[in-house]
């Protein structure tokens, strides 16, 4: 059985910065990618950060410059480095790792930046 488990969430001050962690415990049958999202309250979930197995990555434009994703196959972990996090950044943080057959995702880590 496959999960995922998120950590590194918190509270903040902005200008802050945060590490997130999400470790797959189980095995993932050819794993196409690997993601970050958030969904603030009343809002959409969206895309924050991901990346391909080639190393490629691709964030939101408006974490750009600020947040680097990562991951360390050894240790079957994706992280999410955050750095200069801003009010706005508030939300639930969730992984995904999409494999070949299936869509996982985490139970999500909160994320509260203060003004």
């Known amino acids: 059985q496959v999960q995922l488990a998120e950590s590194g969430g918190g509270l903040v001050q902005a200008g802050g910065s945060l590490r997130l962690s999400c470790t797959v415990s189980?095995?993932?049958?050819?794993?196409?990618?690997r993601g970050w999202y958030r969904q603030a309250p009343g809002k959409q979930r969206e895309l924050v950060a991901a990346?391909?197995?080639?190393?490629?990555?691709n964030y939101a434009d408006s974490v750009k410059g600020r947040f680097t994703i990562s991951r360390d196959n050894a240790k079957n972990t994706v992280y999410l480095q955050m750095n200069s996090l801003k009010p706005e950044d508030t939300a639930v943080y969730y992984c995904?790792?999409?494999?070949?057959?299936?869509?996982?995702w985490g139970q999500g880590t909160q994320v509260s930046v203060s003004s």
């Open positions: 995904r790792i999409v494999g070949m057959t299936n869509d996982y």
């Open positions: 189980g095995t993932i049958f050819m794993i196409k990618g």
């Open positions: 990346i391909t197995n080639g190393g490629n990555t």
